[in-house]
């Protein structure tokens, strides 16, 4: 199939420290490649792929200190996705819903995966504005808020199976913690469960400007204690000796969490996950597998030692089950030829040029 992917300009694809939704899609792009596929890639110019690379901004918009206002970047993106479209058979977007007026009324096939929180107020009406687009949820749960939204299926993340390494040793004292600090994360939630179990937690994340008062306010004053020790952000090298060599990844969320890629990344290291129940945890934490689910901090602080003794090979075994990039992509495949079976094309295309020689956007 010929397959457009169309990223967020926020981050490089995949991103060269956070970026989930980046990530996401560079690992679908990359097997869907592997699996013979032709696929483009809208991204920045920054991008790594085997894809073909349709440049929409120099470097990712995050990273650039010029950069006030994404929104410009994005609407010329989607001009090139709309000029370059006739030459795909699908266009699968991930750039939440920035892309809907443009091609609600567009012959084209389309799918938009929903990477975000769906249980915001502005949200409500919205999706049934545009009840023609089809859409992709990560997790059952992430759909609860709008249940009647069109919804083609669910698909799971999947990481790379090699993509990182197992460690069934456990070298490490400490407790992980991975992600963005924010107050839904539950940052301040790791830190007293590690102080109560009396192990060192270990803390990669990065700060949003957004949450900066956060940080400062909350979470910096809980930093000072020899037993806690903040990282900063790390890249996916980085990533395998610290997950891998924790006793345990924490995941104190509160929020409705739309999937949790982290938590299938310490599976992939065979490091057993804690983790609240918060939106999609359930759907990826087999409880007393690969991880224990609970409810509150008692029941946290309770069930810390019996997660670092969960068997790592049991838990690793649980995301080569389940969470592999391979089976995402089926799964998506699926959904394209369901889709453009569907589509009602025009009668007759103009010719256009072989997809190969795609590069940039013909000019308007």
Known sequence: MKIAQIAPLIESVPPRLYGGTERVV?????????????????????SKTSARLVTCCERALRLDPRVREHIPYHLAMLEKVKRLAPRFDILHFHTDLVHFPVFSSARQATVTTLHGRLDLFELQDFYRCFSNMPLVSISDAQRTPIPDANFVGTVLHGLPRDLLAATYRRNGDYLAFIGRIAP???????????????????????VDRADETYFRQVIAPLLCSRSVQFIGEIDEREKVRFIGDAQALLFPIDWPEPFGLVMIEAMACGTPVL??????????????VSGFIVNSMAEAIGAIRAATCLDRRA?????????????????????????????????KLPSQPTAHAIIEAPAP
Do not use: W
């Open 26 to 46: 560079s690992y679908l792009t990359e097997e869907l490649v592997r699996q013979g596929h032709d696929v483009t890639l809208f991204a920045s110019g920054d």
């Open 184 to 206: 839904e994360k539950g940052l301040d939630r790791a830190i007293e469960i590690a102080r109560q179990v009396g192990m060192p937690l270990k803390i990669a994340a990065k």
């Open 275 to 288: 983790a609240f129940d918060r939106g999609s945890v359930r759907e990826v934490i087999d409880n007393g």
């Open 315 to 347: 838990v690793r075994r649980c995301f080569e089950q389940r969470f592999t990039a391979k089976r995402m992509a089926a799964q998506y495949v699926r959904l394209y030829a369901e889709l453009t079976s569907e589509t009602i094309m025009p009668l």
